[in-house]
Nanobody, 121 residues
Framework: VQLQASGGGLVQAGGSLKLSCVASEQNTHTSYMGWFRQAPGKERVFVAAIRWRDQKALYADSVKGRFSISRDNNKNTVYLQMNSLKPEDTAVYHC???????????????WGQGTQVTVSS
């Protein structure tokens, strides 16, 4: 399975961005899709995850109410809508796919290349 993330960019604080992650195929190893982010000098941390079949979602506390994860079956694509962005949201965002609903990166088997999100103050 290959994952291709896109949609990052530079935005002012308070602005919005929508990230996309296209999966080459949808199978048991992409039953759950997640977004993680890694800021310079910091560990990769969980942002959001979605269960493909019914769109049940999980969010990190830091993004609840601001970010929304969704998926499009026809396009094998998972989205991360990010609103009310803050400078501390600046990071490289990675999408991942795996067989379990998890917030730990080790539970995901497939990873995209990452897309840079920069929020200016």
């Amino acid at each position: 399975v290959q994952l291709q993330a896109s949609g990052g960019g530079l935005v002012q604080a308070g602005g919005s961005l929508k990230l996309s992650c296209v999966a080459s195929e949808q199978n048991t190893h992409t039953s759950y899709m997640g977004w993680f982010r890694q800021a310079p000098g910091k560990e990769r941390v969980f942002v959001a995850a979605i269960r493909w079949r019914d769109q049940k979602a999980l969010y990190a506390d830091s993004v609840k109410g601001r970010f929304s994860i969704s998926r499009d079956n026809n396009k094998n694509t998972v989205y991360l809508q990010m609103n009310s962005l803050k400078p501390e949201d600046t990071a490289v965002y990675h999408c991942a796919g795996g067989p379990t609903f998890a917030t730990e990166s080790r539970s995901y088997e497939h990873w995209g290349q990452g897309t840079q999100v920069t929020v200016s103050s």
